[in-house]
C-alpha cells in the first residue's frame, strides 16, 4: 500500500482521537520529524542486537525517524493505547512489533520480548504531563529498571520544567535546545542510571502500578 495514503489517513486518525479526547492526546499536532530525528539521535549504537522500545507511537513520525536512524524494524517494539493507532502502525511498519496496551501498565508480550533480547532504549511520545508527578515518576522509573546501566530513557516534552526531576527517580538526565520546527516547540530529555545506581536497585517485574 502507498505510504503517501497511509500519512494522509493516519493524519485523519490524529484530529479524530484529539477531537474526541484532546487531554488524553496531549498534543495539538503529531511530532515533526525535526523533533523524531532529535530524539532517534539520542538512542546508542549498542548493543547491536538489542530492542528499542517506543512508548505512544501514535500516527508514527518518531517511528519512522527511527527506523530512518538505521534500527531494524525487527528490534523495534512499539507500545501504542489506540486501538486505531495501531492498525495504522502495522500497515505502515509491517515488520515493527506492534502492542496494543497501556504503557503505564506494560503488557505481558512485552516482558515475554524483552526475556529474549537485552534492552537496548526506550524512546517515549507519552503525554506525561496530563498524569500526576507521582505517577509520572513510577513510569519513567518502571523503564529505567529495565534498562542496562548508561542506557536512555528518552522523552520529549513541551514544558519549561522536565516531567520527573532526575534525582527524583535516581537518575541523570540531560536536556537538549528547543526544536523550533515543532507545533509547540519541544525539548528532548534523556534520562540514564549509571552502573552502581542500577546494581543497588532491586530487579523488576511486569505488574500492574498502582492508581
Known sequence: MDEHPLRRQADAAFIRSWLKSPLKMGAVS?????????????????????IVVELGPGTG???GCLLEAGIEPERLVCLEYSPEFCTLL????PRVHVLQGDAYEP???????????????????????????????????????????GAPFIQFSYAFAPPVRA???????????????????ARVI??????????????PTFVAMPK
Open 30 to 50: 503529531p511530532s515533526s520529524r525535526a523533533l523524531g530525528r532529535r530524539m532517534a539521535e539520542a538512542v546508542p549504537d549498542e548493543p547491536a542486537d538489542g
Open 61 to 63: 513520525v518518531v517511528t
Open 90 to 93: 502495522r500497515a505502515r511498519f
Open 107 to 149: 503488557p505481558a508480550a512485552l516482558a515475554r520480548l524483552l526475556d529474549e533480547r537485552p534492552l537496548r532504549a526506550v524512546v517515549s511520545s507519552l503525554p506525561l504531563m496530563t498524569r500526576a508527578e507521582p505517577e509520572r515518576a513510577r513510569a519513567i522509573a518502571r523503564y529505567l529498571d529495565l534498562l542496562p546501566p
Open 167 to 185: 534525582e527524583r527517580i535516581d537518575a541523570g538526565s540531560t536536556v537538549s535546545p528547543w526544536i523550533k520546527r515543532n507545533l509547540p516547540p
Open 190 to 203: 534523556t534520562y540514564r542510571r549509571d552502573r552502581d545506581t542500577a546494581r543497588d536497585r532491586a530487579l
